[in-house]
């Protein structure tokens, strides 16, 4: 098989660069990423441009089966709250082969849409009664067979969750399935972790968030974590709404960011899920201690968190990459979309997102979120350079709203101007390649077997 790829014009960490010659080895990583090729004769040139993957830095799979289906006020004021109360029903019914076939589906949805490679936040550990599986790492394995299974880039994050509320609140019976000890997470991350390198998957951590794991837990889950692997990554959901923020403060006296910089070593191996309401010594220090914010623009939108101030935040040098977390929307470019829309809307300006080196927004947004995105995941997935994975995306060079453009302009047209249709024409993860034609090779089974799950967990 053939380990070259010749491109027209490929988007390089640097910008949009011609006729650039890639090459990898057998195990994926570019090994040759050169521009101003002439084309050699047998290399196999590309469709369209070629761009980065954008690595999925936050997903909860199971979510996707219950998308589109809380859509209806079911309260007076409809909130992040209500929502939950409803994914909590959802979550009580899923059984290991639903996670499996519902992740199956998502994963291959997520590289017809562009991404890569994806950051599982995996909290649903036990059975429905709450107590372990026999294999206690039932549901964790069910996606890392379908990560396997599609081919996309895997980062798993087990979910330690302890309590209901700041201070060690105890659990509420919504949460059974999901608390586990610290002790036993150690454990589950021990028997991960050689199925993880097995397969060329990442393990870390993610204590969910400062609600539902106290500092003592913290602070021993973390130094657990550091035995296993000092390196692996981190990540917490925090300050997505405005409750926690005040729950934190009647807590602590300080707002959740302040407080975990103050007694967590935040660095670049942390990504802050969300991060929406952070005052402006918060997103100062946030962005200086290198950590990446998890930006969940559609699922922001969708649960009425709140904007977060991406001004403020570049502004420090903050890394920042997108997930498509609840999956109201699996589209890599349209997290980008909303990301900048957003921005205009509460900033009343446009082209939020350019940057001093590309002023072409959707080229500046998506070097970003690959760079950010492959800090998250612990991976070697931050675009198209010597040393990285080849994970790219070919844009559809006959798409309707693409054709006959430059490929700087093809890319926003892909971002701004696709219409919700696709766009790409071919994914490849670590050389492979997954998606041809804008279709993954599972797409017609994978699908049956998703809407056979999601029939069976409405069921009454
Ligand atoms: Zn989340």
Redesign the pocket.
């Given at each position: 098989m053939k380990r070259t790829l010749f491109a027209a014009d490929a988007l390089l960490p640097t910008g949009w660069t011609k006729n650039v010659l890639l090459a990898w080895d057998e195990a994926g990583r570019l090994t040759q990423v050169q521009p101003d090729a002439a084309p050699p004769s047998g290399t196999p040139a590309s469709s369209g441009p070629v761009i980065p993957g954008t690595p999925n830095l936050?997903s909860?799979a199971f979510q996707r089966a219950f998308a589109g289906l809380t859509e209806h006020r079911a309260e007076q004021q409809d909130s992040f709250w209500s929502w939950r109360t409803l994914m909590y029903r959802f979550a009580a019914r899923l059984a290991p082969h639903h996670m499996e076939a519902i992740a199956t589906w998502l994963y291959a949805e997520m590289l017809e849409a562009g991404y890569t490679s994806v950051c599982e936040?995996q909290y649903v550990h036990h059975d429905t009664g709450g107590r372990p599986y026999a294999n206690d790492a039932s549901l964790s394995l069910a996606l890392l067979r379908a990560a396997q299974r599609t081919g996309i880039g895997f980062t798993l994050l087990p979910v330690l969750y302890q309590s209901s509320g700041f201070g060690g609140l105890p659990p509420n019976e919504g949460q059974r399935r999901f608390i586990r000890s610290t002790e036993s997470m150690l454990r589950l991350l021990e028997a991960l972790r050689p199925v993880c390198d097995a397969q060329g998957a990442r393990l870390g951590l993610a204590p969910h968030s400062l609600r539902a794991v106290a500092p003592d837990a913290l602070h021993d889950a973390l130094a657990g974590l550091d035995a296993l692997d000092p390196t692996s990554p981190i990540h917490i959901?925090i300050a997505e709404q405005t409750k926690e923020v005040d729950d934190c403060l009647s807590w602590s006296g300080q707002r959740p960011v302040a407080w975990l910089l103050d007694h967590a070593p935040v660095d670049a191996r942390w990504c802050l899920?969300h991060a929406t309401h952070m005052d402006a010594d918060e997103y100062r220090r946030a962005a200086l201690s290198g950590a990446v914010a998890g930006l969940c623009p559609t699922t922001e939108a969708n649960l009425g968190d709140g904007i977060f101030d991406f001004a403020a935040w570049r502004h420090h040098g903050g890394a920042w990459g997108v997930g498509s977390?609840s999956h109201a929307c699996v589209n890599a470019a349209e997290e980008l979309l909303m990301l900048e829309y957003s921005q205009r809307l509460a900033t009343r300006q446009r082209n939020v997102g350019a940057d001093g080196s590309h002023p072409q927004v959707a080229t500046a947004l998506t070097l970003a979120a690959v760079r950010g995105g492959a800090q998250a995941a612990g991976r070697a997935v931050g675009g198209l350079a010597v040393g990285q994975q080849a994970d790219f995306v070919v844009l559809d060079a006959r798409h309707l709203a693409l054709q006959g453009l430059a490929a700087p302009d093809m890319l926003s047209a892909h971002v701004f101007a696709s219409h919700r249709t696709s766009a790409i024409d071919a994914v490849w993860v670590a050389g492979q390649s997954r998606v041809a034609g804008g279709r993954h090779a599972l797409h017609d089974e994978a699908a049956a077997a998703f809407v056979a799950a999601r029939t069976q967990l409405l069921e009454d």
């Open positions: 936050h909860h936040f959901h899920v977390d």
